[in-house]
T-cell receptor
Framework: AQSVTQLDSQVPVFEEAPVELRCNYS??????LFWYVQYPNQGLQLLLK??????LVKGINGFEAEFNKSQTSFHLRKPSVHISDTAEYFC??????????FGKGTMLLVSP | KAGVTQTPRYLIKTRGQQVTLSCSPI?????VSWYQQTPGQGLQFLFE???????NKGNFPGRFSGRQFSNSRSEMNVSTLELGDSALYLC????????????????FGAGSRLTVL
């Protein structure tokens, strides 16, 4: 079985500041990793994914994440956030088929 | 390409009633998954269908059921509704090809928000 821990339930940050949302996972097998974003009253939108290859993954809207196998982490980063990045972010893992295990989510609150 | 379409978007039911939610996947996607999202439990996997067969099932009571049709559209049903069933129900689809991780990336719909009074 897999589990995902998102260490921060809320991350407040000022506009144009950098941000890191933390994600750690636990699994007895190799996994694929994902970050999804959810805006109010919407579904989940894929930000980025790690399937194989380079451990630094670039996604949409200027986000990137780094897969660290030894630390079982997949932290999400953005060098400069905008007000429009205010949303809830979910880290998820799967051992290879479709079923995802999600973290509890991190609410990113960007203020001017 | 149209995305994943879920209907209805919002609905209100009373305890004891039943509800059916519908999901139309992206054209060509053959796998459909359902998730329940609540403030307390977060995102929890309900079940997954592929080629009209349930491939995986989460830890939910038998009141929760689903099915998939030959055109890959899926429905889920909740019978004898309880207050705790109030949630956002998300449907996701993928191409699904065994051994091809990229084909199994889920695309989500906007969800159906169920309120049980």
């Amino acid at each position: 079985a897999q589990s995902v821990t998102q260490l921060d339930s809320q991350v407040p940050v000022f506009e144009e500041a950098p941000v890191e949302l933390r994600c750690n996972y636990s699994s007895s097998v190799s996994v694929y990793l994902f970050w999804y974003v959810q805006y109010p009253n919407q579904g989940l939108q894929l930000l980025l994914k790690y399937l194989s290859g380079s451990t630094l993954v670039k996604g949409i809207n200027g986000f990137e994440a780094e897969f660290n196998k030894s630390q079982t982490s997949f932290h999400l980063r953005k060098p400069s956030v905008h007000i429009s990045d205010t949303a809830e972010y979910f880290c998820a893992v799967t051992p290879g088929y479709s079923t995802l295990t999600f973290g509890k989510g991190t609410m990113l609150l960007v203020s001017p | 390409k149209a995305g994943v379409t879920q209907t209805p978007r919002y609905l209100i039911k009373t305890r004891g009633q039943q509800v059916t939610l519908s999901c139309s996947p992206i054209s060509g996607h053959r796998s459909v998954s359902w998730y329940q999202q609540t403030p307390g439990q977060g995102l929890q996997f309900l079940f997954e269908y592929f080629s009209e067969t349930q491939r995986n099932k989460g830890n939910f009571p038998g009141r929760f059921s689903g099915r998939q049709f030959s055109n890959s559209r899926s429905e889920m049903n909740v019978s004898t509704l309880e207050l705790g069933d109030s949630a956002l129900y998300l449907c996701a689809s993928s191409l699904y090809r065994q051994g091809a991780a990229g084909a199994n990336v889920l695309t989500f719909g906007a969800g159906s928000r169920l309120t049980v009074l």
